[in-house]
C-alpha cells in the first residue's frame, strides 16, 4: 500500500491585529495571509522547524492590515515568493510586490504544487476578499475569515473538508455593550463585518459532516469575545457533541500544529492544547488604535527585519 504524505497546517496568529497561517504539503509551503512581523514570523516558523525560506507562496485574503502588514517585509527576505490574490487586493499592495502577484478569482482553481486551490468571494468591506479551500493528496482544508454573512458559494467550499479555520470574531452582546464606537459595532455586526459566534456556529451547523476532524475558531476579537463565549455558543448550538476536535486561534502565540492523514476516521493528530501565557507584544508597526480599526487601514506599516 503506497502510503500519502499528510498535510499540516498551522495557525501562526489570528485576530484582529494579525492573521497567519501556514499550510504544507511535503516541500511546498504556503502562508494564507501575512498579518504579522517578520520577527514574530521567524520566531513562530521556527517553533515548528521551519525558516522563511521555506516558504514559496503567500495566499491573501484581503488588503487589510492585520492580513498583510509583513508583506513587504517578508518578500525582502524571500524574493522568490509568489502573491496570490484577488485583483481589489492587488491594486493595495506596495510596489516590492510588482512581478509577484499571480491574480486569483473566485472559483477559479489554481495549483501550489500538489495542493489543488480554490478561492470564493466572501461578503467583507474589502476590494475583492476572498476565503481558500485547500485539497492535497491527504486531506481538504477550508478557511474563512473576515466574513459578515455567507452564502451558498461559502457553504460549498467548506463542505466536506477535514479541517476548517473558520472565524468567530464576537459575541453579539459583549458587542453591543462593549466600548467602541456605534459606527464600528455597526460595521462589525453588519454584512460586510465580521461573523459573531452564534453565526459561526449556525454556519458549521450546515457544512458539518462525519468526516470533519478539527475546527479552529480563529480572528477572534480581543475585545468584544472570550474563549468562554465560544465555548457558550458552541454548547448553546448543540455541536459541543460532535466528534470534531476545536480550538480557539490567538493572536498571542500559535496554535499546536495539525497534521492531517489520509485517514478520514482516524484518531485526532494534533499534540495538544494550544500554549497558554505567551504575551507577545505587538512589534513595530502596531498601533495603539482600538484593533477594528487597525484592520480597516489597508496600507502595510513598514516593518524592518
Ligand atoms: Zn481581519
Ligand atoms: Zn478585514
Not at 29 to 34: A, F, G, N, Y
Not at 56 to 62: D, N, P
Not at 189 to 201: E, V
Not at 226 to 235: F, M, N, T, V
Amino acid at each position: 500500500m503506497t502510503s500519502v504524505i499528510p498535510t499540516r497546517f498551522c495557525v501562526l496568529a489570528s485576530g484582529s491585529n494579525g492573521n497567519c497561517t501556514l499550510v504544507e504539503h511535503g516541500e511546498q509551503r504556503l502562508l494564507i495571509d501575512i498579518g504579522i512581523g517578520p520577527r514574530v514570523l521567524t520566531r513562530r516558523l521556527g517553533e515548528i522547524g521551519l525558516n522563511v525560506s521555506d516558504l514559496s507562496h503567500v495566499l491573501l485574503t484581503h488588503e487589510h492590515g492585520d492580513h498583510i502588514r509583513g508583506l513587504d517585509a517578508l518578500l525582502a527576505r524571500q524574493p522568490k515568493l509568489t502573491i496570490h490574490c484577488g485583483p481589489g487586493t492587488a491594486k493595495f499592495l506596495g510596489e516590492s510586490t510588482v512581478g509577484h502577484i499571480e491574480i486569483v478569482r473566485p472559483d477559479r482553481d489554481m495549483a501550489v504544487g500538489p495542493m489543488q486551490i480554490s478561492t470564493f468571494a466572501v461578503s467583507h468591506d474589502a476590494a475583492s476578499p476572498l476565503g481558500f479551500r485547500i485539497e492535497t493528496p491527504a486531506a481538504t482544508l477550508a478557511y474563512a475569515t473576515d466574513l459578515g454573512t455567507y452564502d451558498d458559494a461559502v457553504l460549498r467550499h467548506l463542505d466536506g473538508a477535514d479541517a476548517l479555520i473558520l472565524e468567530a470574531n464576537h459575541d453579539a452582546t459583549m458587542l453591543r455593550n462593549g466600548p467602541y464606537a456605534s459606527f464600528l459595532k455597526t460595521r462589525i455586526a453588519g454584512p460586510k463585518g465580521h461573523l459573531s459566534n452564534d453565526q459561526s456556529m449556525a454556519l458549521l451547523a450546515q457544512v458539518l459532516h462525519s468526516r470533519l476532524r478539527h475546527v479552529i475558531f480563529a480572528h477572534r476579537s480581543a475585545v468584544n469575545n472570550s474563549d468562554e463565549a465560544i465555548d457558550k455558543s458552541l454548547e448553546t448550538s448543540g455541536l459541543a457533541s460532535e466528534s470534531f476536535t476545536w480550538q480557539v486561534a490567538s493572536r498571542r502565540g500559535p496554535l499546536p500544529p495539525v497534521t492531517l492523514d489520509a485517514t478520514p476516521h482516524g484518531p485526532p493528530s494534533d499534540d495538544g492544547p494550544a500554549p497558554n501565557g505567551n504575551d507577545e507584544r505587538p512589534e513595530n508597526g502596531a498601533t495603539s488604535l482600538p484593533q477594528e480599526i487597525q484592520t480597516m487601514l489597508p496600507f502595510p506599516t513598514n516593518l524592518a527585519w
